[in-house]
């Protein structure tokens, strides 16, 4: 695809961690195939965690980079990363590209620059996740003493570098009312990706439900394994994280932990699964989109992007909802799933709507929009 700036504009790419394949890595991988010459800058980066499409290409990290334990524990540095932004050199681009859930949205371009944003959402530890992630049994006193400190200038730091971003472009509706709400900026609506042609239907099932999450506070992995506590039925997860020790020696026997899974292990587990299981609020959120496009039911929170993907009624019916996140009501919730004659092809067909090749056009078309709009001003 011939892309408006990819002979004359220098483009770099910006993300806040390279540590793994989650669903902002994805979007990354759309922007590495729209600009394969491009660099890509980041916070840290862990060697081999990402795919060869992001891997191949330039990789400039911060100084995060060369402290203790970054490989594991990079999140404990969150008082620097606002600094860590900062220093990236983005001197001479032309076109900044960035993905950001965290900090660098708040990269310094060159005056001139454009600085195209696409969020998955403002800066979640100190806004609408603070509480999941430094509440009462979330951290440390030490941790939350320290954050109640810390958090005040993360946030003044958020939107005072707001500005620095030319236009937004939001992972779902969700996240759009979210930037207007905290940046008090529009932002385009541009859903996130499901590669639909990783997947196949699958009518069977093999007597699981699954989880496919990084295992961190927001995501209320342990009211899952409450709600399977004491039942027959099993329950796979997989994913790894922070939280995994916790949950893992808490969790009954009928709740198996696998650890990331590779692409092809992980589409066969989508496939032989009866229902997979969401029950935390997410930004957007592609996992249920990939177990969609496998045919499958998502049991979902009904708050934040699953209201976008999720049909809990009529024919095109892809899944069921639970209002509360409690344990009695995710259990209502996986009665009803049973109860109900899904159409796998139905379920497959509304994935579609969001697939890569889709969302890839529409994100060039944008940029194309932006850099046009941006040369003919100058």
């Known amino acids: 695809m011939n892309m408006p700036g990819s002979d004359r504009m220098r483009v ?45 290409h330039p990789i400039r990290t911060s100084f995060l980079q060369r402290l203790p334990a970054k490989r594991t524990h990079y999140r404990s540095y969150l008082p620097l990363m606002p600094m860590a932004a900062e220093s990236l050199d983005l001197s ?13 949205k708040g990269v310094r371009p060159d005056p001139g620059a454009l600085h195209l944003c696409y969020c998955h959402t403002p800066m979640r530890y100190v806004w609408d996740q603070y509480d999941e992630y430094f509440g009462p049994g979330r951290a440390g006193p030490a941790t939350r003493t320290a954050m109640a400190l810390v958090a005040p200038y993360l946030r003044r730091w958020d939107i005072r570098t707001a500005a620095r971003v030319d236009h937004f472009i939001a992972n779902s509706r969700n996240v759009a009312d979210r930037i207007a709400r905290i ?19 699958e009518t069977h099932d093999d007597g699981y439900d699954l989880i496919v999450s990084a295992l961190v506070p927001y ?18 997860i997989v994913g790894s994280g922070p939280e995994r020790v916790r949950l893992e ?15 092809e292990d992980l589409a066969r587990l989508y496939q032989g699964c009866r229902a997979l299981i969401f029950p935390g609020e997410e930004d957007f959120g592609i996992v249920p989109l990939e177990a969609m496009a496998c045919g ?14 999720v049909v809990d009624e009529g024919e095109g019916r892809t899944g069921v909802f639970f209002r509360e996140q409690t344990v009695e009501a995710l259990l209502g919730a996986l009665e009803r799933v049973r109860a109900v004659r899904f159409d796998p092809s ?11 090749s889709r969302f ?10 932006r850099v046009l709009a941006h040369s003919a001003a100058r």
Not at 27 to 49: K, M, Q, R, W
Not at 185 to 199: E, G, I, N, Q, Y
Not at 249 to 263: C, K, M, T
Not at 360 to 369: G, N, Q, S, V, Y
Request: hydrophobic share 40%.
């Open 296 to 309: 499958k039911p998502v049991v979902a929170f009904a708050r934040g992007g699953a209201l976008e993907t």
């Open 249 to 263: 020696q808490s969790a009954p026997r009928n709740v198996e932990f696998l650890g990331w899974r590779s692409d």
């Open 12 to 56: 770099a790419l910006v993300h806040d961690w390279l540590t793994g394949m989650r669903g902002g890595e994805k979007v990354l991988e759309v922007l590495c195939e729209l600009y394969p010459d491009a660099p890509i800058f980041t916070l840290v980066h862990n060697e081999g965690s990402v795919s060869p499409v992001i891997e191949r």
């Open 346 to 356: 139905a379920i497959r067909r509304h994935a579609e709507e969001f697939d890569r």
């Open 92 to 104: 001479g681009f032309d076109l900044i590209l960035s993905t950001s859930h965290a900090v660098v």
């Open 219 to 236: 995501k209320r992995i342990e009211l899952a394994i409450e709600a399977y506590r004491g039942r027959s039925d099993r329950l796979l």
């Open 183 to 201: 940046y008090r900026r529009s932002a385009d609506v541009l859903h996130a990706p499901v590669d639909c042609s990783r997947f196949r239907v």
């Open 360 to 369: 890839t056009k529409r994100f060039a078309d944008l940029i194309r929009t």
